[in-house]
């Protein structure tokens, strides 16, 4: 059976629980999850937190949150609709690549997407994450595009020609993926003339 409609809850130990489905929040997530400041029960709690939305999900059983962030996780990878890709070097990062993909879907999308409204609070509007997903999905060629397939080649050890090289060193800091630290590894850094 085709699944035509866009998921708004998700079921955990047999309660239904209304989720965040705008781009947004879902993009807070993933940047919870990276941040290197927080330890991982901390990640654990920001990402259910802002993934679920439901009242009642404060008082879900300490036992079922693994089955909540399971399906987060199913969530954010667009359900069953991008199947089991394998996965290959991390070649991009959506808080940094954010600006360079926010036009291509824009374009796709056929109007700015950070334009549509959202309210947080009430959790209306937006723009569902698995739509921008698919928006993603048809970007085509664009600057981020070339980040990517730079990103690619690099992370697999292939040779760069010429155009590419170029490319490479005009615009590096766009293409090299930043490394996030803590405050205290900054601070060792920084100590030791690094940072």
């Known amino acids: 059976m085709i699944g035509y409609d866009l998921p708004r809850t998700v079921e955990v130990g047999g309660t239904e629980y209304q989720i965040r489905t705008d781009y947004r929040p879902v993009l807070d997530v993933c940047s919870a999850w990276g941040d290197p400041e927080l330890e991982d029960h901390e990640k654990l709690a920001a990402v259910l937190d802002i993934f679920y939305f439901s009242p009642g999900f404060g008082d879900m059983p300490p036992d079922h949150w693994q089955e909540a962030?399971?399906?987060?996780?199913?969530?954010?990878d667009g359900?069953?609709?991008?199947g089991g890709r394998s996965p290959g070097p991390v070649v991009m990062d959506w808080e940094q690549d954010f600006p360079l993909i926010a036009a291509p879907v824009s374009r796709v999308y056929g109007g700015d997407i950070r334009a549509v409204p959202y309210d947080p609070q009430a959790n209306q509007g937006g723009l569902h994450w698995w739509t921008f997903l698919s928006l993603y999905l048809e970007v085509g060629d664009c600057l981020f595009a070339q980040v990517v397939r730079l990103r690619d080649m690099r992370a697999r050890g292939k040779k760069l020609d010429k155009q590419d090289?170029?490319?490479?060193?005009?615009?590096?800091?766009?293409?090299?993926?930043?490394t996030r630290y803590t405050e205290r590894e900054k601070a060792f850094l920084k100590e030791w003339g690094a940072g």
């Not at 170029?166 to 930043?178: A, G, Q, V």
């Open 69 to 76: 962030l399971e399906k987060c996780r199913w969530f954010i």
């Open 165 to 178: 090289r170029e490319f490479y060193r005009r615009n590096r800091e766009l293409i090299d993926l930043r």
């Open 79 to 82: 359900g069953d609709q991008l």
